[in-house]
């Protein structure tokens, strides 16, 4: 007679399959926008105390478009810099789009309302200029760009790992910078006669709120708002010293 060939059960197939997809996409897609949530809130902390307003986070800023833009122009004008390392390519989109606002800014003092409509101005810039990019090259991009709205579909743990691993030290950098930002709330010429270096504190607070802001973009793109709300809601609990509200 014919010769019966055996296998697993569909039943066992079925679980081994519902494992697998928990392992390496559900649970993956849970941990990445805890982390990426907690980067970004950090990162709106940290951007509004330096910046002194509450409308300061990562994407009023245009840091996150700057990243997102950096992007799509390596990948089709350099891709070789996106596979040695999209991360890099995100950060230095990040730094460029904050310099340009501080250099808008500064002699102004920083002052807030400057800042944000600096901010927004670079990011309008930057996304339009995404935008053109992709229209111009969309059958090499369009993936990219629905990317970039933000996704945090997972196949794997790898982007989780690298957010982990940039909020341990953002946090870390944070506890050390609590009592200079706690100065920083004073105004700059009280600030200064304590002996806090205004302007190199300032920069190194900015730079670590763009590395972690640029991080999570790099991995699951541009998520607008949640470095503005998880302040707010830091500040409605009732915490008001710098150090916990980070």
Known sequence: GTPQVSGPA??????????????HSTLPRMAV???AGAALGLAGALLQRVLRTPLAEPSTLGISAGAQLAMTAAAIHAPWLMEAGREAVALAGGLA???????????????????VLAGMM?????????????????????????????????????PTLAIAGRLAFGAAAALLLARPLAILGLDDARARGLGLAV???????????????A????????????????????????VRSPGRRL
């Open 33 to 35: 926008a805890i982390l």
């Open 10 to 23: 569909p039943d066992a197939v079925a679980a081994g399959l519902e494992a697998v997809i928990l392992y």
């Open 215 to 238: 991080t999570v973009t790099a991995e699951v793109g541009v998520i607008g708002f949640v470095g503005l709300a998880a302040p707010a809601l830091a500040r409605m609990s009732g």
């Open 199 to 213: 302007g190199t504190t300032r920069l190194a607070v900015i730079g670590v709120a763009v590395w972690l802001a």
């Open 97 to 115: 789009a904050v310099a340009l606002i501080l250099a808008l800014t500064w002699r102004r003092g920083l002052e807030p309302v400057a800042v």
């Open 122 to 158: 670079v990011a309008l810039t930057a996304t339009t200029g995404s935008a053109a990019i992709v229209l111009a090259n969309g059958e090499y991009l369009f993936s990219l760009f629905l990317w970039g709205g933000g996704s945090l579909a997972q196949q794997g743990w790898g």
